[in-house]
């Protein structure tokens, strides 16, 4: 009875190893940037949502139930967009060829992808606090309408905002967000680890899913669960709402 116990318990402990190391292996091999980038973007849209509850908290009041749905519902929104801008990096990371993993050609794509989409990352977190101060809440269809009348737009904002301040702490933002990847190894794992296709297969496949199911069944109007408008859409996202509002253009 001891004996086999003691075997349970030692399989146990082996299972949970293996488990352990897959999921090191998941976050901190190959796919180590994707995860990277994602973690960011999660974490600053949480915080950003946290500035707009102390901005208009007034309008809120003190409904913790309230609260706490509005924010799953945003992590939810907020996922399901930062996997839709990464959805184009989990294909590369899995159909590149292993032999060629860390060359110049998937350094530099990784790069240039990456600072793209950080600067979207960025800008949008950026443009959804002015928007918020002079309309009280996420993009909707007058975000689009600035996007269709672009001159007029940036012709105002070039008037009311700093726009060389404003690029220049994007790129800086980017850099060093490059440099914190740098020190953190991220890079370097992403780059080093040689996983064959049927590895990257059993990791990116479940990412697809979960990409696609959250996007095609996410709705703008889900976060319009309560009468209170602030609260609703704190539950949303600046860029999944944008698109909406595209949508309805």
């Known amino acids: 009875m001891i004996n086999s116990l003691l075997l349970f318990k030692e399989q146990s402990m082996e299972i949970k190893h293996s488990s352990a190391g897959f999921f090191n292996t998941f976050i901190k091999g190959r796919f180590a940037t994707f995860f990277a980038v994602l973690r960011i973007y999660i974490v600053l849209s949480l915080l950003s949502r946290v500035i707009f509850l102390a901005w208009s908290f007034k309008q809120v009041g003190f409904n913790i139930r309230y609260i706490l749905r509005a924010f799953f519902t945003g992590f939810v929104f907020d996922t399901a967009t930062g996997l839709s801008f990464l959805l184009l990096y989990i294909f590369y990371l899995l159909l ?31 443009a959804e606090f002015p928007f918020w101060d002079e309309f009280g809440v996420r993009f909707n269809f007058i975000a689009v309408d600035y996007l269709i009348y672009t001159y007029e737009v940036v012709s105002n904002i070039n008037q009311s905002y700093p726009l060389p301040l404003i690029i220049t702490a994007l790129i800086a933002a980017v850099a060093l967000t490059f440099l914190l990847f740098h020190k953190a190894g991220v890079f370097k794992n992403t780059f080093s680890t040689g ?5 990257r297969f059993l990791y990116a496949i479940p990412l697809l899913l979960i990409a696609g199911s959250l996007l095609g069944l996410m709705k703008n109007k889900q976060a319009d669960f309560s009468n209170n408008l602030v609260i609703n859409e704190l539950g949303k996202n600046g860029v999944f709402s944008f698109f909406c509002g595209l949508k309805v253009e």
Do not use: E, H, N, Q
């Not at 110049?104 to 950080?118: E, S």
């Not at 996983?195 to 590895?199: C, E, G, I, L, S």
């Open 96 to 126: 590149f060829p292993k032999r060629w993993i860390g060359c110049w050609a998937d350094k530099i794509f990784t790069w240039c992808y990456l600072a793209v989409i950080l600067i979207i990352i960025y800008f949008s977190l950026m």
């Open 195 to 199: 996983a064959p296709v049927r590895t």
